[in-house]
């Protein structure tokens, strides 16, 4: 849904940092800032980086800042790359009396890494294969006008009720600068009817969206399992492998 644009100041929020090391040894450390109000996607985020295969790679200090961004309609790439441009603008340049110096407090957090400073955003994507596609990256204003029971009450119409779901990333690295980098991931599953109540946000497909080869829905799990099979997951170690992994 498109938002009137207000004052990058204004759409500042205050940083919830984790302020923990995924590991420590002579791996690079990256310093990763994951852009959502979404405290459910950070906390997923947090299980997959925290992976034994991902810590291996990389030791990334994590962190999170809410900043409202204006959503563009368009095709999952290009919604995901103008939210990256702009969240990095405002991560930049928010310096009001209210919220500090957004970038100055990063860096007295966290201190100096060598793997980079790095922002995320994403942007997900819910494509219902009888509805041609819909409602793609509109799944949210969706959701929150017919909630999942509506979804439902919609699907169970239908015999074929194939889905896939899409997490598209958006990375910028904040010192070398450059567009954003995308990366993504899908897994494919089938709506059901609700069961679970474990969100990513208050509108959530969650406990209509059962993943293959799981006898429960993405609301009956919970984040640190969703975190082994997501389409969050996928697209995140596709951004681990492009950057950190070893080379021969």
Same mark, same amino acid.
């Given at each position: 849904?498109?938002?009137?644009?207000?004052?990058?100041?204004?759409?500042?929020?205050?940083?919830?940092?984790?302020?923990?090391?995924?590991?420590?040894?002579?791996?690079?450390?990256?310093?990763?800032?994951?852009?959502?109000?979404?405290?459910?996607?950070?906390?997923?985020?947090?299980? %997959?980086?925290?992976?034994v295969e991902n810590v291996a790679l990389v030791d990334v200090?994590?962190?999170? %800042?809410?900043?409202?961004?204006?959503? +563009?309609?368009?095709?999952?790439?290009?919604?995901?790359?103008?939210?990256?441009?702009?969240?990095?603008?405002?991560?930049?340049?928010?310096?009001?009396?209210?919220?500090?110096?957004?970038?100055?407090?990063?860096?007295?957090?966290?201190?100096?890494?060598?793997?980079?400073?790095?922002?995320?955003?994403?942007?997900?994507?819910?494509?219902?294969?009888?509805?041609?596609?819909?409602?793609?990256?509109?799944?949210?204003?969706?959701?929150?006008?017919?909630?999942?029971?509506?979804?439902?009450?919609?699907?169970?119409?239908?015999?074929?009720?194939?889905?896939?779901?899409?997490?598209?990333?958006?990375?910028?690295?904040?010192?070398?600068?450059?567009?954003?980098? +995308?990366?993504?991931?899908? +897994?494919?599953?089938?709506?059901?009817?609700?069961?679970?109540?474990?969100?990513?946000?208050?509108?959530?497909?969650?406990?209509?969206?059962?993943?293959?080869?799981?006898?429960?829905?993405?609301?009956?799990?919970?984040?640190?399992?969703?975190?082994? +099979?997501?389409h969050r997951r996928i697209a995140l170690e596709k951004f681990?492998?492009?950057?950190?992994?070893?080379?021969?």
């Amino acid at each position: 849904m498109k938002r009137s644009p207000v004052d990058a100041r204004t759409r500042c929020r205050a940083v919830v940092s984790s302020n923990a090391r995924m590991s420590t040894g002579e791996r690079p450390t990256a310093r990763v800032c994951y852009a959502t109000g979404n405290a459910g996607k950070f906390a997923e985020a947090s299980h %997959v980086f925290k992976r034994v295969e991902n810590v291996a790679l990389v030791d990334v200090i994590l962190s999170r %800042v809410d900043v409202d961004t204006v959503e +563009i309609q368009g095709t999952m790439e290009e919604i995901t790359a103008r939210k990256c441009e702009e969240a990095a603008k405002m991560l930049l340049s928010c310096d009001d009396s209210d919220h500090g110096h957004l970038r100055e407090t990063l860096d007295a957090d966290f201190g100096a890494g060598n793997g980079g400073d790095f922002l995320l955003v994403e942007d997900v994507s819910l494509g219902i294969d009888a509805l041609n596609g819909f409602p793609g990256p509109y799944c949210k204003p969706m959701l929150e006008a017919i909630a999942p029971e509506g979804l439902w009450d919609l699907m169970s119409r239908y015999d074929d009720r194939r889905a896939t779901v899409t997490c598209t990333l958006g990375v910028m690295d904040l010192k070398c600068g450059g567009a954003p980098k +995308i990366f993504s991931g899908t +897994i494919s599953g089938t709506m059901v009817p609700p069961r679970g109540d474990v969100k990513h946000g208050k509108a959530s497909w969650n406990s209509v969206f059962q993943p293959d080869g799981f006898s429960k829905t993405f609301g009956e799990l919970q984040f640190e399992e969703q975190a082994q +099979i997501s389409h969050r997951r996928i697209a995140l170690e596709k951004f681990i492998a492009a950057n950190f992994s070893p080379v021969a």
